[in-house]
């Protein structure tokens, strides 16, 4: 079974500045999908991000882009101009290219201060 | 986009009683859903898979019996809670694929929150 692994449980940063969430996942396959999702205090499921392992080139969306690392098993996230609205709890997911269910890691409680 | 409806949003029933939860894709057709359960502070965990027209697949350590899952329509999964205890309430979140081979992300719901006093 797939792993997804956040070692971080919680993170801060100032408005305006940049911050990286680290994931890390473990798998046997070669391609497959992999998510970051925001999940606010209503706790409604945001799709933040999503990276197709067979691509090379790092997903980018707007203030959010990821580092992808498919050899080391690393997808982080990096938001940059970190807004308050950003605050939240985020997940990276993983799931197979057949179709399977997400995958969920911990999560990383992000706090962005004033 | 994608929009998956999910009802009620917050429920508080009494023990011993059975709730149910309803899921709809309400501008596509869902040839696969899911639900989670969350409880406070932590992840999304699987429960179960349901597939329109045939039985759902239930994670390990779930009861299928407690959780009944129904997949009638390409729009409409339910989960049912059978004589609901304390230690079932939790945030459920069910979620909706258009095609389970194709790169399309999972379509979340908002959630149910479950009390059962």
């Known amino acids: 079974a797939q792993t997804v692994t956040q070692s971080q449980p919680e993170m801060s940063v100032q408005e305006a500045e940049t911050v990286t969430l680290s994931c890390t996942y473990d798998t046997s396959e070669s391609d497959y999908y992999l998510f970051w999702y925001k999940q606010p205090p209503s706790r409604q499921m945001i799709l933040v991000i999503r990276q197709e392992a067979y691509k090379q080139q790092n997903a980018t969306e707007n203030r959010f882009s990821v580092n992808f690392q498919k050899a080391a098993k690393s997808f982080s996230l990096k938001i940059s101009d970190s807004q308050l609205g950003d605050a939240a709890m985020y997940f990276c997911?993983?799931?197979?290219?057949?179709?399977?269910?997400?995958?969920f890691g911990k999560g990383t409680s992000l706090l962005v201060t004033p | 986009g994608a929009v998956v409806s999910q009802h009620p949003s917050w429920v508080i029933c009494k023990s011993g009683t059975s709730v149910k939860i309803e899921c709809r894709s309400l501008?596509?057709?869902?040839?696969?859903m899911f639900w989670y359960r969350q409880f406070p502070k932590q992840s999304l965990m699987l429960m179960a898979t349901?597939?329109?027209?045939?039985?759902?697949?239930?994670e390990q350590g779930v009861e299928k019996d407690k959780f009944l899952i129904n997949h009638a329509s390409l729009t409409l999964s339910t989960l049912t809670v059978t004589s609901a205890h304390p230690e079932d309430s939790s945030f459920y979140i069910c979620?909706?694929?258009?095609?389970?081979?194709?790169?399309?992300?999972?379509?979340f719901g908002d959630g149910t929150r479950l009390s059962i006093l």
């Open positions: 979620s909706a694929r258009y095609d389970s081979y194709s790169n399309q992300p999972q379509h």
């Open positions: 997911a993983y799931r197979n290219y057949s179709g399977y269910a997400l995958n």
């Open positions: 501008d596509f057709q869902a040839t696969t």
């Open positions: 349901s597939n329109e027209g045939s039985k759902a697949t239930y």
